[in-house]
T-cell receptor, first 113, second 112 residues
Framework: EDKVVQSPLSLVVHEGDTVTLNCSYE??????LLWYKQEKKAPTFLFML????IEKKSGRLSSILDKKELSSILNITATQTGDSAIYLC?????????????FGTGTRLKVLA | NAGVTQTPKFRVLKTGQSMTLLCAQD?????MYWYRQDPGMGLRLIHY???????AKGEVPDGYNVSRLKKQNFLLGLESAAPSQTSVYFC???????????FGPGTRLTVT
């Protein structure tokens, strides 16, 4: 059965700390891995990683895909209170012509001032 | 450019009632999706569509029906609501399969 597992489930840090969020997956016919940030409402897109693009960086956020280990990490450096959110990992795969995105349950990050 | 919009934002139903959730996108995306989000369960795919006039089942389709009569709209119907369908429903769209999804603001549905 396809699955995406994120760890830790929750994390509390202080402003300025660096955090690493983990995502491991077992998904049939992997196509891409995506990271989203969810604050109060809808998830917003952060990064997409594929076999041809295994590292992405944007400001203080960066992500790496390890296709051998079937995992990805999301790093946030110099955290700010505005980084407090749930971070979701999703993997796009397919099986017998059916397309699907499998989401993890998320990591809840709280950054204290 | 509104992106993805959903109506209504909130709804309370009694068991057995029916309703339709509307999703609209103005990005000319081919693919559209309906998810439900429950505490501790993450986002689960209900149904999706790869183009106008097409629909397909996702991970948890039972109790829901969908239609995609126009490219920009994707409707989710509950024919006979049950308390187990209490959830937050998100619609999303993508320009193609496996690309980033753009999500609507969500609909919070409570079935009593």
């Amino acid at each position: 059965e396809d699955k995406v597992v994120q760890s830790p489930l929750s994390l509390v840090v202080h402003e300025g700390d660096t955090v690493t969020l983990n995502c491991s997956y077992e998904v049939t016919n992997f196509r891409s891995l995506l990271w989203y940030k969810q604050e109060k409402k809808a998830p917003t897109f952060l990064f997409m990683l594929t076999s041809s693009g295994i590292e992405k960086k944007s400001g203080r956020l960066s992500s790496i895909l390890d296709k051998k280990e079937l995992s990805s990490i999301l790093n946030i450096t110099a955290t700010q209170t505005g980084d407090s959110a749930i971070y979701l990992c999703a993997v796009a795969g397919s099986q017998s012509g059916t397309y699907k995105y499998i989401f993890g349950t998320g990591t809840r990050l709280k950054v204290l001032a | 450019n509104a992106g993805v919009t959903q109506t209504p934002k909130f709804r309370v139903l009694k068991t057995g009632q029916s309703m339709t959730l509307l999703c609209a996108q103005d990005m000319n995306h081919e693919y559209m999706y309906w998810y439900r989000q429950d505490p501790g369960m993450g986002l689960r795919l209900i149904h999706y569509s790869v183009g106008e006039g097409t629909t397909a089942k996702g991970e948890v389709p039972d109790g829901y029906n969908v239609s995609r009569l126009k490219k920009q709209n994707f409707l989710l119907g509950l024919e006979s609501a049950a308390p187990s369908q209490t959830s937050v429903y998100f619609c999303a769209s993508t320009r193609g399969y496996s690309y980033e999804q753009y999500f609507g603001p969500g609909t919070r549905l409570t079935v009593t």
